[in-house]
């Protein structure tokens, strides 16, 4: 009898647990579907459905000139990158980048080169640099469609990238002057000191490399041919990274650079001359005739080996701009969890708000 007596309040108990239980998942499935709800309200605000390929962005803070900056009329400073849906997270880190470490930020004035007006990457830029002075401009990859023969990296032949051999023609005649930068780095300095190099007469001024083994950048198809191959007689050709180049526009418009450099494009696309994409044309016209700058404002290969994208460390030296050239971006080693060393100093940079985090809020 007394285990009969005990076990009836304790199935009493385990119907009352049981209802609670019930209870309990209930409770647990409202609060499921409420945030269910949140995720779709938010994603469908904020990410919109038409283009799956468009981030979300943290709105960065705003920067303000210091004292003897003069104003932007004044004293202009003009930054061109490429702009697009795949690349906008490294655009938008390297846009903060500048602003964060300049002196005079309000005297930028950027311009974007795209290959369409994608209302959705403008209204990105618009919601994350409120204050940002700039424009856009299209360019129409037909001019280079014909003229891009396959390089040894698919990334490496999109018509965007070649947008840098057509600036002059681009950008308005009132920019004699201006810094190209590709979209995946970040810089560390304030680029006033870059965009205040004296050129010297040259066109173009970039760090140049002139240890590297030059001969490698062309075929032997090249080298052999030697109508080709006395191109750079007369030069001391070196290597230099177009990603980071101050160009005197005026100079390139009346010297008819964006001519020269496609007509390497042309004999490229005849006799393989060399293995690469938009920059052994640069090479050809260039090398051994540009104003050599610092070193420490082109600290590139970062993103690794074309072939098997390993980690690259530092050089030793100062460095006032971090660029992730190669096959690996830091972006994408992040977000795998794979990241290199040197990933953690764009990091800071990221104003990227992967969905997850408007879960956590
Ligand atoms: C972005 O801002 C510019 C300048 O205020 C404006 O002209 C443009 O329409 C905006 N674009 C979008 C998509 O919001
Ligand atoms: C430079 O590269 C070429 C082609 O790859 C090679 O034949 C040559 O030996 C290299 N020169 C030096 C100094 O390493």
Same mark, same amino acid.
Request: hydrophobic share 40%.
């Given at each position: 009898?007394?285990?009969?007596?005990?076990?009836?309040?304790?199935? #009493?108990?385990?119907?009352?647990?049981?209802?609670?239980?019930?209870?309990?998942?209930?409770?647990?499935?409202?609060?499921?579907?409420?945030?269910?709800?949140?995720?779709?309200?938010?994603?469908?605000?904020?990410?919109? +459905?038409?283009?799956?390929?468009?981030?979300?962005?943290?709105?960065?803070?705003?920067?303000?000139n210091?004292?003897a900056c003069g104003s932007p009329q004044t004293s202009p400073i003009h930054?061109?990158? +490429?702009?697009?849906?795949?690349?906008?997270?490294?655009?938008?880190?390297?846009?903060?980048?500048?602003?964060?470490?300049?002196?005079c930020?309000e005297n930028?004035e950027?311009?974007?080169?795209?290959?369409?007006?994608?209302? =959705?990457?403008?209204?990105?830029?618009?919601? #994350?640099?409120?204050?940002?002075?700039?424009?856009?401009?299209?360019?129409?990859? /037909?001019?280079?469609?014909?003229?891009?023969?396959?390089?040894?990296?698919?990334?490496?032949?999109?018509?965007?990238?070649?947008?840098?051999?057509?600036?002059?023609?681009?950008?308005?005649?009132h920019?004699?002057?201006?810094?190209?930068?590709?979209?995946?780095?970040?810089?560390?300095?304030?680029?006033?000191?870059?965009?205040?190099?004296?050129?010297?007469?040259?066109?173009?001024?970039? &760090? =140049?490399?002139?240890?590297?083994?030059? #001969? %490698?950048?062309?075929?032997?198809?090249?080298?052999? *041919?030697?109508?080709?191959?006395?191109?750079?007689?007369?030069?001391?050709?070196?290597?230099?990274?177009?990603?980071?180049?101050?160009?005197?526009?005026?100079?390139?418009?009346?010297?008819?650079? +964006?001519? %020269?450099? =496609?007509?390497?494009?042309?004999?490229?696309?005849?006799?393989?001359?060399?293995?690469?994409?938009?920059? &052994?044309?640069?090479?050809?016209?260039?090398?051994?005739?540009?104003?050599?700058? *610092?070193?420490?404002?082109?600290?590139?290969?970062?993103?690794?080996?074309?072939?098997?994208?390993?980690?690259?460390?530092?050089?030793?030296?100062?460095?006032?701009?971090?660029?992730?050239?190669?096959?690996?971006?830091?972006?994408?080693?992040?977000? /795998?969890?794979?990241?290199? #060393?040197?990933?953690?100093?764009?990091?800071?940079?990221?104003?990227?708000?992967?969905? +997850?985090?408007?879960?956590? =809020?």
């Amino acid at each position: 009898m007394a285990s009969w007596r005990r076990s009836l309040p304790s199935l #009493t108990l385990l119907g009352l647990l049981s209802s609670f239980i019930i209870f309990l998942q209930s409770s647990y499935h409202v609060a499921k579907a409420t945030t269910l709800t949140g995720i779709v309200h938010r994603s469908l605000i904020r990410k919109p +459905t038409s283009s799956q390929n468009v981030l979300v962005f943290r709105e960065a803070p705003s920067f303000w000139n210091g004292q003897a900056c003069g104003s932007p009329q004044t004293s202009p400073i003009h930054i061109s990158m +490429t702009l697009d849906a795949n690349y906008l997270r490294g655009t938008v880190a390297a846009v903060l980048s500048i602003l964060q470490h300049s002196m005079c930020p309000e005297n930028f004035e950027f311009h974007f080169l795209c290959s369409g007006f994608d209302p =959705e990457v403008f209204s990105n830029i618009n919601a #994350t640099f409120p204050y940002l002075r700039y424009k856009a401009y299209r360019f129409d990859s /037909s001019r280079v469609k014909g003229k891009i023969s396959k390089s040894i990296r698919q990334a490496l032949d999109q018509p965007l990238n070649y947008a840098r051999i057509y600036l002059a023609d681009m950008l308005p005649i009132h920019v004699n002057r201006v810094i190209y930068l590709d979209s995946d780095l970040v810089v560390v300095d304030d680029i006033a000191e870059l965009w205040g190099v004296d050129l010297e007469g040259k066109v173009l001024a970039a &760090p =140049e490399y002139c240890h590297a083994n030059f #001969t %490698k950048y062309f075929t032997d198809l090249f080298w052999s *041919d030697l109508s080709l191959a006395k191109t750079f007689e007369g030069r001391n050709p070196c290597y230099f990274n177009t990603g980071v180049m101050v160009v005197d526009i005026d100079k390139w418009r009346k010297g008819g650079y +964006t001519q %020269k450099v =496609e007509e390497w494009m042309t004999v490229q696309k005849l006799k393989r001359i060399y293995h690469l994409g938009s920059l &052994p044309p640069f090479l050809l016209v260039l090398a051994g005739n540009i104003k050599a700058v *610092d070193h420490r404002w082109n600290q590139h290969g970062l993103g690794g080996d074309n072939l098997e994208g390993k980690c690259r460390r530092l050089h030793p030296g100062p460095i006032s701009l971090l660029h992730w050239s190669g096959k690996g971006k830091p972006w994408l080693r992040l977000d /795998s969890r794979k990241p290199c #060393t040197v990933d953690h100093l764009w990091a800071p940079y990221d104003l990227y708000l992967p969905s +997850t985090h408007s879960v956590e =809020e």
